[in-house]
C-alpha cells in the first residue's frame, strides 16, 4: 500500500499506481453488512409497499378528511377505528411505523457504515420520510388539494426507490458482486440501459396515474378497452378525458419497455432471468388491474348517477405500480452492479498494460 493507493495484485514493477475507490472491490469501503441490518433494510421496503397501499385505501374510499385534523385524530392519538376513520387513522398509524423504521435504520446505518455515499442515502432517506409526513399532513390542512395530493403521492414512490437502494447497497449480492462471474459485453451494457428505460417509463407513468387519479379523471371514459361501438373516448372530449387517455397510451409505452428490458436482461444475464420475468410478469398483471378499475366501478349509493371506483381493485393498482417500480429499479440496479464491479478490475489491468 502506498498511502490511499493500491497496486493490482501480481502487478510487474513500476506498474501504475492507482487510487483505490470507494465501494470497489470487496475492501473497506464494501465491508461486510450484519444479517439484522440486511434485514430491517428488507423490511423497511415492505413495510412502505403497505404504506403506499394504505394511502391508496384512504383515497379509493375518499377518506381523506374522515379525519379533519392533523397530526391528532379528533384530539386524540387513537380514535375509535369506525368507518372511513379505520383508513385514514391506519394509513398515519403506518406512516408513523415506516417513519419510526426510517429513522432507526438511518441511525443504525450512520453508526456502523463505511462507504460515504451509503451513509447520505440514509440521511435523504430520513429527510424525505418527514417531508412526506409533512406534506401528508398538508393535504388534511388545506383539504386534498390536488397538488399538494399528487407531490405527496410523487414522493411516496421517490421514497419507495430510496429504501430500495440502500436495502441493495446493504445486500450479500452488493457486497459479493466483485467475485461474481465477469459481465462485460456490449448485450449487458445494452440490457442494463433497457431496464433504466423501463425505470424511467414506471415512473413518468405513476405520475400520469397521480394526475389522472387526484382529478377525478379515473373514470372519465367509463369503458375499455373501447365503447360498444368501437369507440376510444367519449364523443364530449374534456381536459379529465385527455388525461385518462394519456394514460392510457402511455400504459403501451411502459409494456415495450418493461418486455424489451426483461428480454435483454434474461438473455444478457442469465442469472437474472427469474427477476425479469417477474418484471414482465408484473407489468401484465398491473395492466389488467388498471382494466379492472374500470370494469368493477359503480355507482354513488347517494344518489345512484355519480360513478366510483370499487376501492380494491384501484388500490391494488396503486399499489403494484409502486411494485413494479421498485422491481424494476432493482432490476437495473443488480445489472449495473455487475457490470462496476466487472469495469474496476479491467480499468485497473488496462492500466497496468500501458505502463508494463
Not at 361501438?229 to 400504459?251: K, N
Request: with cysteine; aromatic share 6%; glycine share 10%.
Amino acid at each position: 500500500m502506498n498511502g490511499d493507493r493500491a497496486i493490482a495484485p501480481g502487478s510487474p514493477p513500476g506498474a501504475m499506481v492507482l487510487p483505490e475507490r470507494e465501494g470497489a472491490g470487496r475492501g473497506a469501503g464494501d465491508a461486510p453488512v450484519s444479517a439484522g441490518r440486511r434485514r430491517f433494510g428488507a423490511a423497511l421496503v415492505a413495510a412502505t409497499l403497505l404504506l403506499i397501499f394504505a394511502g391508496a385505501e384512504v383515497k379509493s374510499r375518499q377518506a381523506g378528511l374522515s379525519v379533519p385534523d392533523w397530526p391528532l385524530s379528533y384530539g386524540m392519538v387513537w380514535p375509535p377505528m369506525v368507518g372511513n376513520i379505520f383508513y385514514e387513522h391506519g394509513h398515519r398509524t403506518i406512516a408513523t411505523g415506516v417513519g419510526l423504521l426510517t429513522v432507526i435504520l438511518g441511525a443504525w446505518t450512520l453508526a456502523a457504515e463505511r462507504r460515504t455515499w451509503v451513509r447520505r442515502l440514509a440521511v435523504l432517506a430520513i429527510v424525505a420520510v418527514i417531508v412526506q409526513g409533512v406534506l401528508g399532513g398538508l393535504t388534511v390542512k388545506l383539504l386534498l388539494p390536488p397538488p399538494v395530493s399528487i407531490a405527496h403521492g410523487l414522493l411516496a414512490q421517490t421514497f419507495l426507490l430510496l429504501v430500495t437502494l440502500l436495502a441493495f447497497a446493504t445486500s450479500r449480492e452488493w457486497t459479493e458482486a466483485p467475485a461474481r462471474a465477469p459481465v462485460a459485453s456490449p448485450a449487458a451494457a445494452r440490457a442494463q440501459k433497457a431496464a433504466v428505460a423501463a425505470v424511467i417509463a414506471v415512473y413518468v407513468q405513476l405520475g400520469f396515474g397521480l394526475l389522472v387519479r387526484h382529478t377525478e379523471s379515473g373514470l372519465a371514459i367509463p369503458f375499455f378497452p373501447v365503447s360498444g361501438e368501437g369507440a376510444l373516448a367519449p364523443d364530449v372530449v374534456t381536459w379529465h378525458v385527455v388525461l385518462q387517455l394519456l394514460h392510457r397510451g402511455f400504459a403501451l409505452v411502459v409494456l415495450t419497455a418493461v418486455m424489451v428490458a426483461a428480454v435483454r436482461v434474461a438473455r444478457a444475464v442469465p442469472e437474472l432471468s427469474t427477476h425479469a420475468r417477474l418484471a414482465a410478469a408484473l407489468v401484465c398483471v398491473q395492466i389488467l388491474l388498471g382494466a379492472s378499475v374500470i370494469w368493477t366501478a359503480g355507482t354513488d349509493p347517494a344518489n345512484g348517477i355519480t360513478p366510483i371506483v370499487a376501492p380494491v381493485p384501484t388500490s391494488l393498482h396503486v399499489v403494484t405500480g409502486a411494485g413494479l417500480l421498485a422491481t424494476t429499479f432493482l432490476l437495473a440496479l443488480r445489472c449495473g452492479r455487475r457490470r462496476a464491479a466487472t469495469a474496476a478490475p479491467a480499468a485497473m489491468a488496462a492500466g497496468t498494460a500501458r505502463t508494463a
